[in-house]
């Protein structure tokens, strides 16, 4: 579809979300526009059942283009700078499971576009961070937000403050991964775990929206916004599936329709 962003998906309904912009894939502003229709074909298309986002072999997004900011005054930066966090907030709400596979560096927006999706899996050479602050700047698409509800606090101030990277070990050990790979089996164990997820039934959604949408509120209302999502899933043939395969056959064995 675009120049720098793709999206292809295959027979089980898993949907790669592939940056390639070599030689970092640096996130220029025709990235942010494409990132962002991605996440609105991502989010419309019935036939995806889950998303893995993907920078390609050797490295997942070096970050913002420096080159580009560099050149942009403050107006110009004013009028233009939510784009990216625009289209960020799309991908983190496509209401279906997102995995991103991390080879090599994840930095600055890099690491902020893993941080939009459910779950990061990484290569055991890859390295993680908000490196922003040597720039003299700090993260503009959720490296404050995103990476502090992850990882806690003080290891996002560490991180933000400091401008270090961690690598894949770290991050696991931190929670800012997953799961690590092999740098030639990432993608793949990424795929085959969104494959497991987009033959889930429809209330995987409702699972997404309740956990990310409540975390944002007080119990009260978040346990509210769960009784809500809960009597929805009522509504959804997968629910009948679910239920009458567990009578008739026991556990694990319903074949969803996503409807
Ligand atoms: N933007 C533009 N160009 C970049 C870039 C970026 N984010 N990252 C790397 N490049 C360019 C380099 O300038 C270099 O270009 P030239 O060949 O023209 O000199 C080329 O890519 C290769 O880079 P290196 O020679 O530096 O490669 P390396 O392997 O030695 O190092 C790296 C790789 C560790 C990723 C290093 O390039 C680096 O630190 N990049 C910048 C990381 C960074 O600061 N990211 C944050 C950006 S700001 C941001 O993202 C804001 C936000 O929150 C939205």
């Known amino acids: ?29 025709q990235v942010w526009s494409e990132l962002g229709d991605a996440a609105a074909q991502l989010t419309d298309d019935d036939a995806v059942g889950a998303v893995v986002l993907w920078g390609g ?8 283009d420096i080159k580009q900011m560099q050149g942009m005054d403050f107006q110009e930066f004013f009028a233009h700078g939510g784009a990216l ?14 995995i991103a596979a991390v080879n090599g560096y994840a930095l600055g927006g890099g690491c902020e576009l893993a941080l939009t ?7 055991d050479n890859a390295k993680l961070g908000q490196p922003e602050i040597l720039l003299g700047v700090i993260p503009g698409a959720g490296g404050t937000q995103r990476l502090t509800r992850l990882v806690g606090v003080q290891r996002a101030k560490e991180l933000v403050y400091g401008g ?33 997820y987009a033959a889930g039934p429809y209330a995987l959604r409702m699972a997404k929206k309740a956990i990310d949408e409540g975390r944002e509120l007080d119990l009260d209302s978040a346990l509210r916004l769960e009784t809500t999502l809960f009597t929805a899933c009522f ?3 997968d629910r009948r599936i679910g239920m009458d395969s567990f009578v008739a056959n026991g556990p694990g064995k319903a074949a969803f329709v996503r409807r």
């Open 235 to 237: 509504a959804t043939e």
């Open 117 to 123: 999706a459910d779950f990061r899996y990484a290569a």
């Open 164 to 196: 270090g990277m961690v690598d894949a070990q770290e991050a696991l050990a931190i929670g800012l991964v997953d799961r690590v790979f092999g740098p030639d089996e990432v993608y793949e164990r990424a795929v085959e775990a969104a494959r497991r």
């Open 1 to 29: 579809m675009g120049e720098f962003v793709s999206v292809s998906t295959d027979e089980h309904g898993v949907a790669t979300l592939r940056l390639d912009r070599a030689p970092m894939n640096a996130l220029n502003s």
């Open 85 to 98: 966090q625009q289209a960020f907030d799309a991908l983190a709400r496509i209401p279906k499971v997102t």
């Open 57 to 64: 072999p050797k490295i997942f997004a070096a970050g913002a």
